[in-house]
Every structure is written in structure tokens, then in C-alpha cells.
């Protein structure tokens, strides 16, 4: 009997070979924020967003420990049917106030955020206006939402007006959805002006700050730079920054007390793990007494960017864009070779015509690590 399975997915991967589009997972030991081992060999990798170095600080993984010795190495089932653990509230107090939010709400991953909120807030009939840029999970949210999906061009707060003009008297609700930090590109989105043109049109702002919290700003994020911008959801990651693993997401009172008992994400899937909350509250007093941990990366990136004449950095994340998805993949190869792990991201991820090397800067990069990577970029850029 034929294997009709088998044959469609080995013809879609021989397809994406062919491409240059090929996707595998490398087996890799991160013996700390920024050493890995891969084959037996050392590397100092550009290519992880523990923006702070705090997966490995000896204070995070002893709560961690900690946790799972108290309370088990996992929530047992949904919040809503085992109860809520106090280390949850006590992590949604600590995240609400960060972000200077009457409440919130954490979930297994900023996945799961996007894709169970932006529903619980739309649907058929409304309008979901989501930058072109987004990460993939708002997409994907947008569409389990059933609402009317409109795209407006990146940052591009005019277009995004003229887009509500269009689209917005005919939807009993509207939702805009954008990156604070945009990951592949590393900028900010203006979001004093967005939340202008949201208000004008009545409509909500939610915003994804996964590459925010932590480094932007004073370290509670993105928002913090545009004290002016009403955010209406603001959401989050514990996977970043934060080292560990989960996501949030601040607002009033209601609409968290909303959340909690009508978003599938929530409702329908396992609570965070213990051990996950308590390494995330351990993480945000290491943020919270040691500024100058929260400001390394960017001024790492900004070191690279200023060497190579580029734009100065905005954020921890910084693309070095070379077009096609083969010479992403060639330098990436190269970089290797001189001891250097940058990932090169390719599409869909990205644009077509845009691949590129994702460099992730972490507070535990060196000068020197910075400087080695300086060189092995810039003949890259010069072509």
C-alpha cells in the first residue's frame, strides 16, 4: 500500500531543499547565557533571545528548584480545575505592577497568549488591524478570531488611519495588534502614535512585548518609552528576558477577570508549571536591583551597529539582512567556522528577498565577543 503521507511530506521537503528553505533542529548544550556546545565544539552564540542571561543565574534556577521540590514539577491540569496556585498570583501582582496594570493574567507561552486573546476579543463581524510585520502567533490569532483580518504597512502610523477610516464604521469592535519589538527587525513601533489613531477610532491596542520586558526602557518594557500611549493589552513573554518559560498579559481589572473565563488558552490547557513561576519572580528581582543588567544588551548591539555604520540599535536585536536565503545560509556557515552561532532566518519567517542573520545581544556578551563578531560580519555587509 502506498504511504500517501509519507510521499506529500518528503516531496514538500525536497521542495524546501531545493530552496534553500529547509528547517532542522541541532542538537545544542547552552552551558550558559551566551557558550554553547554543538559537535563537540564551543561557540559564542548570537542566536538566543535570554536577553539577560538569566536561564543560567544561580538565583533563578534555585527557586526553580526550589518550586519543584515544594510543590511538584507540574500544575496537574487548568487553573480553572485544580485552582490557582499562589505563585501565580503572586507573579500576576508583580507583572501588573511592572507595567503599571490594575491586573494580570500568565499562560503556558506567548503563543498561546496570541492565539487565545485576540479571539476572545473578536469575531465575526469585527475588525482585526494587525501590522504587516506581527509575529505569526497574532496572525494566527486574527484568524481563529473570524474577524475581518486588514493588514496596514510597518510603523506606518498614516496608513494604519487610513486603514480604520476604511474598514472601522461597519465593525461593532476593532482590535490593533502590533509588536512593541519587532523580532526579526529589532525596531520599536511608534507606539505614542498608534494609540492616538486607536482612540480616535475606538479601537483597542494590543501590543506583543516578548522583546521588551527586560531590556526597553527601564526594563518593563516598550510602552515605558511612550508614557503618552493608552495600551489596552499588554502582553508578554517569561521566555526572553525573563529566562524561563510562559507568557502574560496586563490589563484592567474586567478584562483579566474576562480572560480568565472565556479564553480557550486558559481554560481548555495545563496551568504553568510551579517551577516556571517561581523562576520567573526570582528573575524579576535580579531586573529590578541590577539596572546595568538591563542595559548591556542594547549598548552590545549598538557597539556592532556603530562599527558597521548601521542604524543605531533600538532594541537587543539587530538583522543583518542579505537577501536571498543561500548567502544567509553561507554566512551563517561562515560565522560558524570562526567559532559564531547566528541563525539565518529565512522565509516565510521573513519577506521573501530578505533573509538575513538575526543577531541577539545578551547582557553576558563581552566587548571582546561583540568585536569578534564585528569582523567576522563585516565582509558580509560589503557585499
Not at 542566536?47 to 526550589?66: F, M, Q, T, W
Not at 556603530?306 to 553561507?330: F, H, K, Q, R, Y
Request: charged share 20%.
Amino acid at each position: 500500500m502506498t504511504d500517501t503521507l509519507t510521499a506529500f511530506a518528503q516531496g514538500k521537503l525536497d521542495q524546501l531543499s531545493a530552496a534553500s528553505l529547509l528547517r532542522t533542529i541541532k542538537p545544542t548544550h547552552r552551558m550558559d547565557g551566551v557558550v554553547v556546545e554543538r559537535d563537540g565544539r564551543q561557540f559564542i552564540s548570537f542566536s538566543c533571545n535570554d536577553y539577560l542571561g538569566l536561564s543560567h543565574h544561580p538565583e533563578v534556577k534555585a527557586a526553580a528548584i526550589r518550586a519543584i521540590e515544594t510543590y511538584g514539577a507540574g500544575a496537574g491540569a487548568s487553573r480553572l480545575v485544580t485552582g490557582d496556585h499562589p505563585l501565580f498570583a503572586e507573579l500576576e501582582a508583580r507583572l501588573a505592577a511592572l507595567k503599571g496594570a490594575e491586573a494580570a493574567c500568565i499562560f503556558g507561552s506567548g503563543y498561546l497568549a496570541n492565539v487565545g486573546l485576540i479571539p476572545t476579543f473578536a469575531g465575526p463581524n469585527d475588525l482585526v488591524v494587525v501590522d504587516e510585520l506581527a509575529h505569526a502567533c497574532i496572525w494566527t490569532g486574527a484568524k481563529l478570531s473570524g474577524a475581518q483580518i486588514v493588514s496596514f504597512r510597518h510603523n506606518d502610523v498614516a496608513d494604519l488611519a487610513a486603514k480604520l477610516a476604511e474598514h472601522r464604521a461597519g465593525a461593532p469592535k476593532a482590535l490593533v495588534a502590533t509588536d512593541g519589538v519587532f523580532s526579526m527587525d529589532g525596531d520599536i513601533a511608534p507606539l505614542g502614535e498608534i494609540s492616538r489613531v486607536c482612540q480616535a477610532y475606538d479601537a483597542w491596542l494590543m501590543v506583543d512585548d516578548a522583546h521588551g520586558l527586560g531590556v526597553v526602557g527601564d526594563g518593563s518594557g516598550t510602552a515605558k518609552l511612550f508614557p503618552e500611549a493608552r495600551v489596552d493589552l499588554q502582553m508578554g513573554t517569561l521566555s526572553k528576558a525573563i529566562g524561563g518559560y510562559g507568557a502574560y498579559v496586563c490589563a484592567t481589572r474586567p478584562v483579566i477577570d474576562f480572560i480568565k473565563t472565556r479564553t480557550r488558552t486558559v481554560i481548555y490547557t495545563t496551568g504553568l508549571p510551579p517551577a516556571n513561576a517561581a523562576a520567573a519572580l526570582a528573575a524579576l528581582d535580579v531586573i529590578a536591583r541590577e539596572p546595568e543588567r538591563v542595559s548591556a544588551p542594547i549598548a552590545r548591539a549598538r557597539r556592532l551597529t556603530t562599527a558597521l555604520n548601521l542604524p543605531p540599535a533600538e532594541s537587543a536585536v539587530v538583522p543583518i539582512v542579505l537577501g536571498e536565503a543561500d548567502l544567509a545560509l553561507a554566512a551563517a556557515r561562515d560565522l560558524e567556522a570562526k567559532g559564531l552561532l547566528a541563525v539565518a532566518i529565512r522565509p516565510p519567517t521573513v519577506p521573501a528577498g530578505t533573509a538575513r542573520l538575526r543577531l541577539a545581544f545578551s547582557s553576558e556578551h563581552t566587548e571582546a565577543h561583540v568585536d569578534q563578531l564585528i569582523e567576522a560580519v563585516r565582509p558580509w555587509l560589503n557585499r
